[in-house]
């Protein structure tokens, strides 16, 4: 099967979640908006299925147009072989994508914690507070949380299923985006999260994801996407 | 099967829209806080799972321990006969209730925009920047799309699969809750919106959710929940 992705083309935002689990599974996938004329596709796409998206990211396969980044990968999850096939850990894999949309979302309102209308320099002030307490408080809560997990004998390394499936690329992810936007924070942070580390590294050595990272696909980070490294919030 | 929900026992907040799927079906559950002895068992419920959770609320039945409120309806909805049986179907109905998440989670930025440990008079400034902006730009963003969902011919006044699901009793909570917290900013705003007012209207006249709603069960909305009634936020 082809799936088209359709994403913002310059950022990797919310859709890396989404590309990361492609390359993983070594799927056959166009990257919409990266085409000649691919933004007009994409406005065109966003407005006119029947299961419209509130905004990018969405996928469409098979007749289907999917939006949402975790509804996303909980329908590429089991074509992909990325998701645990027994019930409760299946649950559980999308509960801790939840978990990690909900962590996504909090670094994005550091840098937007007024409204993601206004620009960043107009509520400087206010990201300066987010920022600090987001660091000091709310990323050592979900490590902890994901560190336990990953912690449990029975995981094997993995947060879901024994084996490797979606979250644990946007696990990765999450590392990754915390290490361009927080430097100095996540440098004091890390020594206390092993399992996590371990997992970032294991993810980032598979061969797909490897060639991935190296190649022109992978977009670099910048001050558009959802981890932004404005030094000014990075907390010494 | 019998359910057991686990959730703070003196506010709506995001357990909500759980008992309003359980109500709705009629289910025989248990809302465990709000037993005697009940927050202790929460607590330790809270940690023990071997699929525990990052917060309230989770649900547990038939051996199984579901958290994250979209993972609980995609649990209960097959379960519960509250989800599109077809897949795109059911794809889309969790894509809505992920934006329904999406815009809790805004709501709940209004009155904590800067950090969910600092009180809201630490961050009334902010709060005020905020919820102003969320009124004038975000409510009418989610409600445009919404709106246009329901008026597409084929939905029958239904946001998913033709019938009702637990996202129709979800976007009903989200109406019930913006009228609370900015009963201003929802008189000016919902003429432009009939079909969303209309099913409101429709999910409030259900039996169950009637019944449910007269019920000392439904806790009324209060200023510790995610729906709050502070005056100075809500704009003119």
């Given at each position: 099967m082809q799936?088209?992705?359709f994403y913002w083309p310059t950022?990797?935002?919310r859709g890396e979640f989404i590309r990361l689990a492609l390359e993983e599974a070594g799927a056959e996938y166009v990257d919409v908006a990266r085409q000649p004329g691919g933004m007009d596709r994409l406005m065109a796409a966003l407005e006119d299925a029947s299961t419209p998206s509130f905004?990018?990211?969405?996928?469409?396969?098979?007749?289907?147009?999917?939006?949402?980044?975790?509804t996303i990968l909980l329908f590429l999850g089991d074509r992909l072989n990325l998701a645990p096939r027994e019930e409760a850990e299946g649950l559980f894999s999308h509960q801790l994508q939840l978990t990690i949309a909900d962590l996504v979302a909090e670094v994005h309102q550091t840098h937007h914690p007024v409204a993601v209308d206004l620009y960043y320099q107009d509520q400087l002030a206010e990201a300066k507070r987010c920022a600090r307490a987001f660091c000091a408080k709310r990323i050592p809560k979900f490590f902890d949380y994901f560190e336990g997990i990953l912690a449990q004998p029975k995981r094997g390394g993995f947060l879901a299923g024994g084996k490797l499936s979606y979250v644990d690329l946007s696990l990765f992810q999450v590392v990754e985006g915390l290490r361009y936007a927080f430097p100095r924070a996540m440098r004091r942070l890390e020594?206390?999260?092993p399992h996590i580390v371990a997992l970032h590294d294991r993810v980032a050595a598979r061969p797909n994801i490897a060639a991935y990272l190296a190649s022109p696909r992978r977009i670099s980070f910048n001050d558009d996407g959802i981890f932004r490294h404005y030094p000014e919030l990075d907390s010494e």
């Open positions: 799936y088209e992705l950022i990797q935002g905004a990018p990211p969405f996928i469409r396969a098979g007749g289907l147009t999917v939006g949402q980044t975790a020594p206390a999260y």
